[in-house]
């Protein structure tokens, strides 16, 4: 038993340890909190589809799919930082932009049409798209053809100390002693340095087009869906696209030049797939023509088959918003401030008390509750930053909530360990008794606010639409849940390592209103 619990207390230990790590050093890309519009402003919207008349539910279903994913890329594209875009019932959609101070740019970011284009990208001896890195490197000036002219041109976005400039092309020119020049689009030379930060994003390519000159364009695709390649032992997904009859001739063009462009059977360009100049894939043209529809192979799993295939589809939204906006609201971050630190504040004391309630009314058992707390403090913050769970004032008040709760249900254990000790029980027989028979009031009472988080949680998704309530629910959820943890693991593992030590013997220290005999 004493070997079983050393255990448990290392392991409560390193749990501790990578919480507090987590909150402190950036881990899985987690750099801090995500806050809501309501704590750091921002703008938030609410729209309702207007699907055709007669659609089904499953082609509404993929319909509100599609138009997730496409307005998601668009605004991961602009750059906002940790945008919250999420499905509400059947028909709706809520947006949210943190720190956006135009709500008509905003409205503009989400309803505009995406634009989807091919374009023949260039690839390495390895068959990988070259980037700008690449060229930026000495080594590697063997990609560049010395008796080229016109030298190579990226697309890439450069960032000056004024403005962002999007889309600047830079050309690359080679001299006869094999330097590499850049140059921008005025022909002044480049700033190299400037430049390396954006190397993995820029792309060596030119715009796919028919021997006419007509572009190969989203608007020539007549649809794409997953599929399976039967031709192996084993199944394996990849995504099917057919075009219309301009389309097939212009790809079977593109696909033939292509198709030339490498020696042996090994294209030196692939037709790369840009949704609003952002690259979705860069699949390699192994056969000279394909009749107006081919496949897209690759690594596939079935779920980035489903998606590539619905970003292909999703150039522009795949039906209308209704307008205006159901709801459509700019907050402003003055406040967010001062509710922060409020919060905090609020927080603080409410920690503090608890704590001090506990030591003078349970003594020892009470201290080790306060350890389990800050225990639990920690873990929950780590778990609101690693999933990431946005927080908002109201999200921050079920976490200050919870923390309560967490205590309550070391007062029912500790309760039942003072009946215990009444009738003469040891310290360890009163400690499993007190788990074991509060055990089942403890279940009961979480289940129940279980239930209550999940019902606030499908109202505030569906039925009103609220964030606010959403985020109320999944701290409260998840503050219980780990109060659950600490109170019966944590509480429970830090008493079981008094017994068997003179400590054991003090009975006074384990409760200031002990029944005596």
Same mark, same amino acid.
């Given at each position: ?163 962002? /400039? ?134 596939? *799993? ?152 999940? /019902? ?18 999944? *701290? ?42």
């Amino acid at each position: 038993m004493v070997r079983r619990n050393t255990l448990v207390f290392l392991v409560i230990l390193a749990i501790f340890a990578f919480a507090v790590c987590s909150l402190v050093y950036p881990l899985f890309d987690r750099e801090e909190m995500r806050l809501g519009l309501d704590l750091v402003g921002g703008v938030h919207l609410v729209y309702q589809a207007d699907f055709p008349e007669g659609s089904s539910a499953e082609e509404q279903a993929s319909a509100m799919k599609r138009a997730l994913i496409t307005i998601e890329k668009r605004i991961d594209k602009y750059g906002v930082a940790e945008p919250i875009i999420q499905q509400l019932g059947d028909d709706r959609i809520m947006v949210e932009l943190p720190g956006f101070t135009d709500i008509d740019a905003a409205k503009s970011l989400v309803e505009q049409t995406g634009f989807l284009e091919f374009r023949e990208v260039e690839l390495n001896g390895s068959g990988q798209p070259v980037f700008l890195a690449d060229y930026l490197e000495q080594e590697n000036l063997s990609f560049i053809d010395t008796q080229e002219a016109g030298g190579r041109v990226f697309v890439v976005d450069v960032l000056n100390e004024e403005e962002l /400039i999007e889309h600047k092309t830079i050309a690359f020119l080679v001299a006869d002693n094999g330097e590499i020049k850049l140059t921008d689009a005025s022909g002044s030379p480049a700033d190299r340095e400037a430049l390396e930060q954006y190397a993995p994003q820029g792309l060596s390519w030119v715009s796919a087009r028919g021997d006419d000159g007509t572009p190969l364009t989203g608007d020539l695709l007549a649809d794409a869906f997953p599929s399976l390649d039967q031709s192996g032992v084993v199944p394996v997904p990849q995504v099917s696209i057919e075009w219309n009859s301009e389309g097939g001739i212009i790809f079977d063009q593109v696909a033939k030049r292509l198709y030339n462009s490498g020696q042996y059977g090994v294209p030196q360009r692939a037709l790369g797939i840009f949704l609003d100049d952002t690259l979705l894939s860069a699949p390699q043209i192994l056969e000279p023509a394909y009749g107006g529809s081919g496949v897209i192979t690759g690594n596939f *799993t079935r779920e980035e088959a489903t998606e590539l295939a619905n970003l292909l589809k999703s150039g522009a939204l795949p039906m209308p918003l209704k307008q205006p906006p159901l709801y459509q609201e700019k907050i402003s971050a003055t406040l967010g401030a001062d509710f922060i630190d409020m919060s905090l504040m609020a927080g603080l004391i409410g920690i503090i008390l608890v704590m001090l309630f506990m030591i003078v009314y349970y003594r020892l058992p009470g201290a080790l509750a306060s350890l389990a707390l800050i225990f639990y403090g920690a873990l929950v913050l780590a778990v609101f930053k690693l999933i990431p769970v946005t927080l908002t004032l109201a999200g921050i008040g079920g976490f200050v909530l919870s923390i309560g709760m967490a205590v309550d249900a070391n007062v029912l254990i500790f309760e039942r360990m003072k009946e215990e000790f009444a009738i003469g029980r040891t310290l360890g027989a009163a400690i499993e008794a007190g788990f074991n028979r509060a055990w089942t009031a403890i279940r009961d009472s979480n289940i129940t606010t279980f239930i209550v988080c999940a /019902i606030l949680y499908w109202l505030g998704s569906s039925i009103i639409a609220s964030a606010p309530v959403m985020g109320f629910a999944l *701290t409260l959820f998840i503050g219980v849940a780990v109060s659950m943890f600490s109170a019966i693991i944590v509480t429970r593992t830090l008493l079981r390592l008094f017994v068997g030590t003179p400590l054991a013997k003090k009975t006074w220290l384990f409760s200031a209103h002990r029944e005596k005999k």
